[in-house]
């Protein structure tokens, strides 16, 4: 798997990209634009080396090599990985929490599996063709515009998505383009495809060579912030699969977790005063084993941590129903378990950024579920 | 004349070539014996993948990560010169040359469209470096020589494949009436079965969901294929040395001893190891004549050779064929030949690869390097890996889709503003670079009138255009993109 790669991806609603754009912009109509914002960790982030249990000396006695020192204080039984600094300062705002010992209901650690249920928020495998966060802004009546190639499945959902992605490509003379544009005239969706193309605003136009983190999540912010732009981005961060070296502070964990960090305070900053309306969550497929293996890396497990961050945020804490990580208390006698369906904060989380029912969310996005309602305990309602 | 048929079922004709007299005959004549390649740089059999594969895998799991335990620098540093020492970088552009090579340069291009095709049904997601090692030659020495044979034989031999065995994850399969459950049973440790691999023969590779079968079918389908593995054996430490790159074999000692129930008929296994690998031939002998299977693998074929909602008339057309030849693929193609040739005026939205050889055909651009050695030591030299850079660009490299489903053949999932743009804006930097300069008016011409029957609306179209953006305009136009 490559590790250096990444993307990000914006959703917008119809109306706004249908060129009815508002005469006036005032700032009550900035007030009422939420964003939601994922950031996917590919090949299994450790829950525990992110938000690692301190309550007891349980990761001292297992993971002797790669435990994390120097850790950032959260509260008497939680900290915080020490690269993800930017993520506490947000903490001490009161703009961050944790939710801690969960995970999809998938068990079978494959990575291909898990990702593919991660994203498309099911239980069997590539049975959805769709994604939650896809199926979501279909309900909500919205239309993506994904920022990435290919689309994540996460993303995909009925409405015909757009998508756009970062390279030094540049469009034809105008001439070609005005010939083209009437050309398409009678190829309905060649024609839809083209129109969006050509109506792009400059920043979409003018893509930097650099593709890097930073680089992508300014482009986010600044797009998210406008009254008329994206709702919804999407970041994939790949290289979470440390079966070697995972190292402790400095490791390859952390140096993942540091581009994390980087995004949230990427994107606080270009949001500007928008991060009060915005939401900004963690994905993965699954966690990693309690036990350092003999490559001082770490195997794939179940249960792991989601990271939540913005003005959307109720408050700093870290939710969990803690399983505990003594013998009796793993999965399998081998991972944290997971004590709580991650797909409950998911669906809680774009019922706020949607402004939409929840109970209508779980039955359109993920039928024959009953999960539960966390709106009113983990973001401002 | 229909000259798009040679778009739809090939990739356009090139201006050194003429016009084939009998396009269908042209074309059924390609598909009846297996083409030589008409590459003659690199190439490495399944068996040296394997090696390949095997090295890299055992090296880094079991050398380097723990010699490296402590430093991270040091680790990738010396994966890295591993990668190199086993062509990680350097394999997938060399299928890709290959496979585009035999597109373009090649004598048979419309088997080879036949091979794109059947190399996506039975798609190898992108996972383990499989598509750096693996599916070149999985497409070479597994699926070509089948295509040849019956649609029994072709997806008997796909799925006791090396790659699909290792892609679904069928060695991690233990039949719960086999000797290895009842061992780990003594053991108070569970055995499961894997139904991956099931599941999606019967859903991606045979009868789809149409055919209705239940979670029951799919557990008694991984029944069936439990004991087809790559498992090591462990007293052979020279395989050890290749982690699960080994040949793939049936060990009953994982094998389920049924009986089966797969979709209403049961399937009752007799003693001996011959019976029980044997069962797995017999089912897809029967999957491959249900009805579903048939109709979703004949529509499919319509979808995408013809159009992407072909009528019952086409796609009857083929079911009949399969059924009349019970399932001999050259009969089937043929007819999925001759159904294009006649509707050849409906119009099919082409994927971006299949797009791509279709421009560097026609216009004859300057696009192969003059060779593909490499060294093994270094990285691989950027001109090398220009065709894998090109299919990234335009979002889709081949050999990495990223469902088990293969790439889509629908124009919904690939019109999009970005991907629109992406050809178009390829298009546009080879002209700013200076490489469609050959194309001038008479070579323009000449493409024309080879490929498209409409020739003065073409004509038409380009002269509105300004001078030097003219190819840019024809290959970007709705007849290169839907043809």
């Known amino acids: 798997m490559k590790i250096n790669r990444r993307q990000f991806t914006l959703g917008s609603t119809t109306l706004l990209l249908s060129g009815m754009l508002p005469l006036k912009v005032n700032s009550s109509m900035l007030d009422n634009k939420k964003n939601l914002v994922v950031i996917m960790l590919r090949g299994a982030m450790d829950g525990l080396t992110s938000v690692p249990y301190i309550h007891d000396n349980t990761l001292e006695k297992v993971r002797p090599d790669i435990v994390v020192k120097k850790?950032?204080?959260?509260?008497?039984?939680?900290?915080?990985?020490?690269?993800?600094?930017?993520?506490?300062?947000?903490?001490?705002?009161?703009?961050?929490?944790?939710?801690?010992?969960?995970?999809?209901?998938?068990?079978?650690?494959?990575?291909?599996?898990?990702q593919n249920l991660m994203e498309s928020g099911g239980t069997i495998p590539y049975k959805l063709k769709t994604g939650w966060l896809g199926r979501g802004i279909d309900v909500a009546g919205l239309e993506g515009l994904s920022m990435s190639l290919p689309m994540p499945l996460?993303?995909?959902?009925?409405?015909?998505?757009?998508?756009?992605?970062?390279?030094?490509?540049?469009?034809?003379?105008?001439?070609?383009?005005?010939?083209?544009?009437?050309?398409?005239?009678?190829?309905?969706?060649?024609?839809?495809?083209?129109?969006?193309?050509?109506?792009?605003?400059?920043?979409?136009?003018?893509?930097?060579?650099?593709?890097?983190?930073?680089?992508?999540?300014?482009?986010?912010?600044?797009?998210?912030?406008?009254?008329?732009?994206?709702?919804?981005?999407?970041?994939?961060?790949?290289?979470?699969?440390?079966?070697?070296?995972?190292?402790?502070?400095?490791?390859?964990?952390?140096q993942k977790l540091k581009q994390v960090d980087y995004t949230f305070d990427v994107l606080k900053k270009t949001l500007g005063n928008s991060f009060k309306n915005t939401l900004i969550i963690t994905l993965t497929e699954f966690g990693r084993t309690l036990v350092q293996n003999n490559g001082y890396g770490t195997e794939h497990g179940y249960g792991t941590s989601i990271l939540l961050g913005g003005g959307l945020v109720k408050k700093s804490q870290v939710y969990a129903d803690w399983p505990g990580i003594k013998n009796k208390n793993l999965f399998e006698g081998r991972d944290?378990?997971?004590?709580?369906?991650?797909?409950?904060?998911?669906?809680?989380?774009?019922?706020?950024?949607?402004?939409?029912?929840?109970?209508?969310?779980?039955?359109?996005v993920f039928p024959d579920e009953k999960l539960n309602d966390l709106t009113e305990i983990l973001f401002k309602v | 004349m229909n000259k798009s048929?040679?778009?739809?079922?090939?990739?356009?004709?090139?201006?050194?070539?003429?016009?084939?007299?009998?396009?269908?005959?042209?074309?059924?004549?390609?598909?009846?014996?297996?083409?030589?390649?008409?590459?003659?740089?690199?190439?490495?059999?399944?068996?040296?993948?394997?090696?390949?594969?095997?090295k890299y895998n055992y090296q880094d799991r079991r050398i380097l990560r723990k010699k490296f335990k402590n430093s991270r620098k040091d680790y990738k540093r010396a994966r890295k010169l591993l990668q190199y020492q086993t062509g990680h970088y350097y394999f997938e552009p060399l299928w890709l040359y290959i496979r585009h090579n035999e597109a373009v340069n090649g004598n048979s291009p419309v088997f080879h469209r036949f091979l794109h095709f059947w190399g996506n049904h039975f798609a190898i997601q992108k996972k383990n470096a499989m598509y750096s090692y693996d599916v070149g030659p999985y497409h070479r020495e597994v699926i070509a020589p089948a295509m040849l044979k019956n649609i029994e034989d072709l997806v008997y031999e796909v799925t006791i494949s090396w790659a699909m065995i290792h892609n679904l994850d069928n060695s991690k399969s233990i039949g719960p009436n086999s000797p290895k459950a009842f061992k780990y049973a003594e053991r108070g440790?569970?055995?499961?079965?894997?139904?991956?691999?099931?599941?999606?023969?019967?859903?991606l590779h045979t009868v789809s969901p149409n055919a209705g079968y239940t979670q029951n079918d799919v557990i008694d389908m991984s029944k069936v294929m439990s004991g087809w593995m790559h498992r090591i054996p462990k007293m052979s430490s020279k395989?050890?040395?290749?982690?699960?790159?080994?040949?793939?074999?049936?060990?009953?000692?994982?094998?389920?001893?049924?009986?089966?129930?797969?979709?209403?008929?049961?399937?009752?296994?007799?003693?001996?190891?011959?019976?029980?690998?044997?069962?797995?031939?017999?089912?897809?002998?029967?999957?491959?004549?249900?009805?579903?299977?048939?109709?979703?693998?004949?529509?499919?074929?319509?979808?995408?050779?013809?159009?992407?909602?072909?009528?019952?008339?086409?796609?009857?057309?083929?079911?009949?064929?399969?059924?009349?030849?019970?399932?001999?693929?050259?009969?089937?193609?043929?007819?999925?030949?001759?159904?294009?040739?006649?509707?050849?005026?409906?119009?099919?939205?082409?994927?971006?690869?299949?797009?791509?050889?279709?421009?560097?055909?026609?216009?004859?651009?300057?696009?192969?390097?003059?060779?593909?050695?490499?060294?093994?030591?270094?990285?691989?030299?950027?001109?090398?890996?220009?065709?894998?850079?090109?299919?990234?660009?335009?979002g889709q490299l081949p050999f990495r889709p990223?469902?088990?489903?293969?790439?889509?053949?629908?124009?919904?999932?690939?019109?999009?503003?970005?991907?629109?743009?992406?050809?178009?804006?390829?298009?546009?930097?080879?002209?700013?670079k200076g490489k469609l300069i050959h194309l001038d008016k008479s070579y323009l011409d000449r493409i024309i009138e080879l490929n498209f029957d409409n020739v003065s609306e073409i004509k038409t179209f380009l002269e509105m255009v300004n001078n030097n953006e003219e190819s840019v305009a024809l290959f970007s136009s709705k007849w290169m993109l839907k043809t």
């Open chain 1, 71 to 114: 850790l950032l204080d959260l509260n008497s039984d939680f900290s915080l990985h020490p690269k993800l600094s930017g993520f506490h300062k947000l903490w001490k705002s009161n703009v961050a929490s944790i939710v801690h010992a969960t995970n999809i209901p998938y068990t079978g650690r494959s990575h291909f599996d898990g």
């Open chain 1, 154 to 254: 996460l993303l995909r959902g009925k409405a015909n998505q757009d998508n756009f992605f970062p390279s030094k490509l540049s469009m034809p003379t105008r001439n070609l383009v005005d010939i083209l544009k009437h050309h398409y005239d009678d190829e309905p969706l060649l024609k839809k495809s083209f129109d969006k193309l050509i109506s792009r605003p400059i920043s979409m136009t003018k893509s930097p060579n650099n593709k890097n983190l930073k680089t992508l999540a300014r482009i986010a912010g600044s797009e998210l912030k406008k009254i008329d732009g994206p709702r919804v981005a999407v970041f994939e961060v790949f290289g979470f699969d440390t079966h070697a070296a995972q190292g402790g502070a400095d490791g390859e964990h952390g």
């Open chain 1, 336 to 364: 944290l378990n997971s004590t709580l369906d991650a797909r409950s904060v998911y669906c809680s989380a774009m019922s706020v950024c949607f402004d939409t029912d929840f109970q209508l969310l779980n039955t359109e």
């Open chain 2, 5 to 54: 048929f040679f778009r739809k079922v090939g990739f356009g004709l090139g201006v050194d070539e003429s016009i084939p007299s009998n396009p269908l005959e042209w074309s059924i004549s390609q598909i009846e014996k297996l083409p030589k390649l008409n590459w003659s740089g690199p190439i490495y059999s399944l068996k040296e993948m394997m090696e390949f594969h095997g």
């Open chain 2, 189 to 203: 440790k569970s055995a499961n079965l894997n139904e991956n691999h099931g599941r999606e023969l019967l859903e």
């Open chain 2, 239 to 394: 395989i050890h040395k290749r982690e699960e790159n080994v040949p793939v074999h049936f060990i009953e000692a994982y094998h389920d001893s049924g009986p089966f129930n797969v979709l209403g008929k049961k399937y009752v296994e007799s003693f001996g190891t011959k019976a029980a690998r044997d069962m797995l031939r017999k089912v897809i002998k029967d999957l491959v004549k249900n009805p579903s299977c048939i109709e979703f693998i004949s529509k499919k074929l319509c979808n995408h050779f013809i159009t992407q909602d072909p009528s019952d008339e086409i796609v009857n057309s083929v079911i009949s064929a399969w059924k009349k030849s019970k399932g001999d693929l050259k009969i089937i193609h043929s007819e999925v030949l001759k159904q294009a040739y006649k509707f050849s005026y409906l119009k099919k939205f082409q994927q971006p690869e299949t797009w791509l050889l279709q421009f560097i055909k026609m216009s004859g651009l300057d696009y192969f390097p003059k060779d593909m050695t490499y060294d093994f030591e270094t990285m691989i030299p950027r001109d090398k890996d220009r065709v894998r850079r090109i299919c990234r660009n335009l």
């Open chain 2, 402 to 432: 990223l469902q088990p489903n293969g790439w889509s053949d629908f124009e919904e999932d690939w019109l999009s503003p970005e991907f629109l743009f992406r050809r178009i804006g390829i298009l546009n930097a080879l002209k700013q």
